[in-house]
């Protein structure tokens, strides 16, 4: 295959994803615009211009009608997909860590970072109370005690939040009553990334314990279990196929120490079910920070260490081969 | 689909005010495949003629992707004309992905230097104590023995080992004396591919590398096959590659297929040439 490289970020790519269709794919990185691309032939729709901070998350609503970023200029900013127009700001208290629309749009969520003396939270506001927004007064702030939150993720429509956090807990939060509904431990250090399968039954974390988990989203079940040599930073789980590609490698801070064959900074895929590797991409000099499926299932995108963004479209070879078993 | 930018930047009419005898770009279209040919100049003020060439695809999206086609650029992306934007977006090199039959590979030359590391036993050489010099408590305190009797057997011998070739030009650290020859530790992957390749010449048009896969997997696990593929038509230009995991089942492939009646044509099969580097 014949990878498209895309260079808009001068730092190091924080996270990408893709709208619902998949024909746009959105990026933020430590650099302060976060960019937009058209997935199929790499050409750039646009960059938010306003943050002064890196940008550590995007969301994109389920229309395309709007973006969400959190960055460490302590603000989350909804913009206008069309125009790039900020359509509103919210100040935070610290550095925002992860942020997410609902399913219905409606709602967005933001988790700060437990830093400055100030308590990790994770708060809500509604978008169609424009009040909210302008006069900061969150719908709801769930104040998380303990661990902090290093991903959160919207989960069964409008009414859980999945949060993963800096010990290796998994947390269920209900907002209606606002507190957590099931806590669990499977992994032994922070759980940097979650993402949600195409039916939202299932969702993937990847952890810096060297292991990526599926869990059930309703019960928080451990379901599978996929075991690296080296840190995973994002998992992401195809629509298609019973298969999960995994990024990673040696910690960013340690790459100048480490060759790029020892730093294993491959994607891997692995079978979703028989928890085995079956094939490994190479490209990024160093490691993949964030990963997402396309989701027609023909492609996939690697945002990594070296600032550059990579769309993977599979070779015929990919969807003839059949995992032996 | 967006297409590619036609008209020349701002920066290239500046270059064309400057200098008008440059050919003015042309644009051509055949067979779907989109042909722009420009003129510059290079750093030795060289004229050169670059071509760029395109496909054009028609696809069939949903009625909001196509709206969506429509939005102008915006921010850092406003000035960009349509097509991608070759500063941003570069084509890379072509990668495979590569299929792993057994599981994760340890490297044999890590874990051989690491262990070695483990059986050296470390020795101070200022108090001859079990650790390194530098973490050595009595460090300030006592002057290192080597100072003390300043010859050691240890280092007379070493010094001796050393050929005297002082002719002062420059020894590249492989071809020193005490290197080992041959290649370094990075080449032998590479090396270890090749071992297991074969040639496949003498095969129809319509072959495609399913095809190949079809006629080789029942000798062994393959790990990689490449089929030469007309870069416009995607027809088969007669000849691939493929590696198995295993040099045997290379063999096996070699005498099982060649002088083979595929499509009306007979197999050639042999033993891929390394490349030369």
């Not at chain 2, 040919?37 to 030795?44: G, H, L, R, V």
């Not at chain 2, 420059?170 to 990075?186: I, L, Q």
Request: charged content about 30%; proline content about 4%; aromatic content about 8%.
């Amino acid at each position: 295959m014949k990878p498209l490289m895309l260079h808009g970020h001068e730092r190091s790519v924080t996270q990408i994803k893709y709208n619902r269709e998949g024909d746009l794919l959105f990026s933020c990185s430590k650099d302060t615009e976060p960019n937009v691309w058209w997935s199929l032939n790499g050409e750039r729709l646009g960059t938010f211009k306003g943050h002064t901070g890196a940008c550590w998350c995007i969301d994109v609503k389920w229309d395309t009608s709007s973006v969400i970023t959190g960055s460490a200029d302590n603000t989350v900013r909804v913009w206008d997909c069309k125009t790039g127009a900020c359509l509103h700001k919210v100040d935070v208290n610290t550095a925002v860590r992860s942020c997410g629309f609902s399913y219905s749009g409606n709602l967005i969520m933001y988790s700060t970072d437990k830093t400055m003396g100030k308590e990790c939270t994770i708060n809500l506001y509604d978008l169609r109370d424009a009040a909210q927004m302008k006069n900061n007064e969150p719908l709801l702030t769930m104040l998380v005690s303990g661990s902090k939150v290093t991903s959160a993720i919207w989960a069964s429509m409008d009414e859980t939040i999945v949060s993963g956090h800096e010990n290796g807990d998994v947390c269920k939060w209900d907002i209606k009553t606002g507190s957590i509904v099931k806590t669990v431990r499977e992994h032994s250090k922070n759980v940097v990334d979650l993402q949600m399968n195409e039916d939202q039954s299932m969702f993937i974390t990847a952890s810096k314990d060297n292991h990526a988990k599926l869990f059930d989203l309703a019960t928080l079940d451990l379901l599978k279990s996929y075991k690296t040599e080296r840190p995973v930073n994002s998992a992401s789980i195809s629509p298609i196929k019973p298969h999960v590609v995994l990024g990673g490698g040696q910690e960013a801070m340690d790459v100048t120490t480490t060759s790029t064959r020892h730093g294993k900074f491959d994607a891997r895929l692995y079978h979703m079910v028989f928890e085995e590797e079956f094939a490994r991409v190479k490209g990024h000099f160093g490691p993949i920070n964030s990963l997402a499926f396309n989701p027609d299932g023909k492609s996939y995108s690697s945002g990594g260490e070296d600032g550059y963004i990579r769309v993977n479209t599979f070779d015929p070879h990919y969807f003839e081969f059949e995992f032996e078993f | 689909m967006p297409v590619a930018d036609t008209k020349p930047s701002w920066a290239d009419q500046v270059e064309l005010g400057e200098e008008s005898e440059l050919p003015l770009p042309t644009e051509k279209i055949e067979n779907g495949v989109k042909t722009i040919t420009e003129w510059k100049y290079n750093d030795d003020n060289k004229k050169v003629k670059v071509i760029r060439q395109y496909k054009i695809e028609q696809r069939k999206v949903s009625k909001v992707i196509a709206k969506r086609k429509a939005w102008r650029k915006y921010g850092a992306a406003s000035n960009d004309g349509a097509g991608p934007n070759p500063a941003n977006t570069i084509i890379a090199e072509d990668s495979f992905m590569q299929f792993t039959g057994t599981k994760e590979e340890e490297d044999p030359t890590v874990d051989t230097k690491s262990k070695e590391l483990k059986n050296v036993r470390v020795t101070c050489r200022t108090c001859k104590g079990d650790h390194w010099t530098t973490k050595c408590p009595y460090k300030d305190s006592i002057v290192p023995i080597e100072l003390e009797n300043d010859k050691k057997p240890g280092q007379e011998a070493a010094k001796q080992e050393v050929p005297p070739v002082r002719t002062g030009k420059y020894v590249p650290p492989s071809m020193r004396a005490g290197a080992e020859r041959g290649k370094g530790e990075s080449m032998k992957d590479s090396r270890r591919d090749e071992q297991a390749t074969i040639r496949v010449t003498n095969l129809s048009e319509d072959t495609r590398e399913s095809d190949v896969q079809e006629l080789f997997r029942n000798f062994g696990t393959i790990s990689r096959i490449y089929l030469a593929k007309d870069k416009q038509t995607q027809m088969s230009k007669g000849f691939a590659f493929i590696t198995f995991h295993r040099r045997e089942d290379a063999a096996r492939a070699i005498a099982g297929v060649s002088g083979f009646g595929y499509d009306h044509l007979i197999l050639n099969v042999e033993w891929a040439k390394p490349s030369t580097q």
